[in-house]
């Protein structure tokens, strides 16, 4: 499985970012696809994730501000980020869950494929 990621970039706080992953629609209609967050010297964890029927999870401290959907037709999962804030600041990983994983579910050793990851730098 092939996973592309891409739209990170630098705003300042208050800003917003959609990020894209890229994958094929045999995944999208079996696999729950995550967004997972790297930042210098910490480990990868979760943010968001979306399974096959549109059921979607949000850690804490995103919900109200990242979106998480996606397009079947562009074969594309995508993270809608607003109201950034330096702490947002990481390199972001899209990846599929494993068979029957649902989104809530989401964490490192669930992860069946990366994809590459995307720098998205929030500061002024």
């Known amino acids: 499985v092939q996973l592309q990621a891409s739209g990170g970039g630098s705003v300042q706080p208050g800003g917003s970012l959609r990020l894209s992953c890229v994958t094929n629609r045999f995944t999208l209609e079996h696999y729950a696809i995550a967004w997972f967050r790297q930042a210098p010297g910490k480990e990868r964890k979760g943010v968001a994730s979306i399974g096959p029927t549109d059921d979607t999870y949000y850690i804490d401290s995103v919900k109200g501000r990242f979106a998480i959907s996606r397009d079947i037709d562009k074969n594309t999962v995508y993270l809608q980020m607003n109201s950034l804030k330096p702490e947002d600041t990481a390199v972001y990983f899209c990846?599929?869950?494993?068979?029957?994983?649902?989104?809530?579910?989401?964490?490192?050793?669930?992860?069946?494929?990366w994809g590459s990851g995307t720098q998205v730098t929030v500061s002024s």
């Open positions: 990846g599929t869950l494993f068979l029957g994983i649902t989104p809530e579910r989401m964490n490192f050793d669930n992860v069946g494929n």
